[in-house]
Antibody, heavy 120, light 108 residues
């Protein structure tokens, strides 16, 4: 069974940093591209970042480029999102999502999300 | 940047057909994916590549895409279909994924 479990969320002050993790199981993690998608309270889905299976291709939304860094450790079956210079508008539930096999940005499995709150 | 436009809400009676649109400039040239999200839950992929259904998604869910509009159609709507629905594409000109604003489906 495919499982994606996010962790690392919490309350952080504006300008602070946080590192999110996503632990993957039930599939060959190293064969799949992965993504972060966020959802502000009461709002819609917003794509944040994507990384290919071997980390050769990495993309960011304009709203986070230069502040967030996506990475993965295939040996540990883990996906990460390093978030720096956090702003109030970064407050959201952050989902880790897997791409369907051989596809790009077809998100076939999602974690349950981790809440990041940026507030003083 | 590429923009996807969805109606904020759609209402339908049980047993009828719901159609949720997703508008975008020449969206027919892109592959559109649809997600269902129920309150407090993570999104679920219900249609990919315009009209394909993942395993486990009922045949009542279908999709189409042409011109400037993609459509998610839910036939014989049930109370359990009540949810938010999002369309999504990959915009290769900007290397960005884009989600529509979402449509809240209400079953009357």
């Amino acid at each position: 069974e495919v499982q994606l479990v996010e962790s690392g969320g919490g309350l952080v002050k504006p300008g602070g940093s946080l590192r999110l993790s996503c632990a993957a199981s039930g599939f060959t993690f190293s064969s799949y591209s992965m993504n972060w998608v966020r959802q502000a309270p009461g709002k819609g889905l917003e794509w944040v970042s994507s990384i290919s299976s071997s980390s050769s291709y990495i993309y960011y939304a304009d709203s986070v480029k230069g502040r967030f860094t996506i990475s993965r450790d295939n040996a540990k079956n883990s996906l990460y999102l390093q978030m720096n210079s956090l702003r109030a508008e970064d407050t959201a539930v952050y989902y880790c999502a897997r791409d369907a096999e051989g596809q790009w940005l077809v998100l076939d499995y999602w974690g349950q999300g981790t809440l990041v709150t940026v507030s003083s | 940047s590429y923009v996807l436009t969805q109606p904020p809400s759609v209402s339908v009676a049980p047993g009828k057909t719901a159609r949720i649109t997703c508008g975008g400039n020449n969206i027919g040239s892109k592959s559109v994916h649809w997600y269902q999200q129920k309150p407090g839950q993570a999104p679920v992929l219900v249609i990919y590549y315009d009209s394909d259904r993942p395993s486990g998604i009922p045949e009542r869910f279908s999709g189409s895409n042409s011109g400037n509009t993609a459509t998610l159609t839910i036939s014989r709507v049930e109370a359990g279909d009540e949810a938010d629905y999002y369309c999504q594409v990959w915009d290769s000109s900007s290397d960005h994924a884009v989600f529509g604003g979402g449509t809240q489906l209400t079953v009357l």
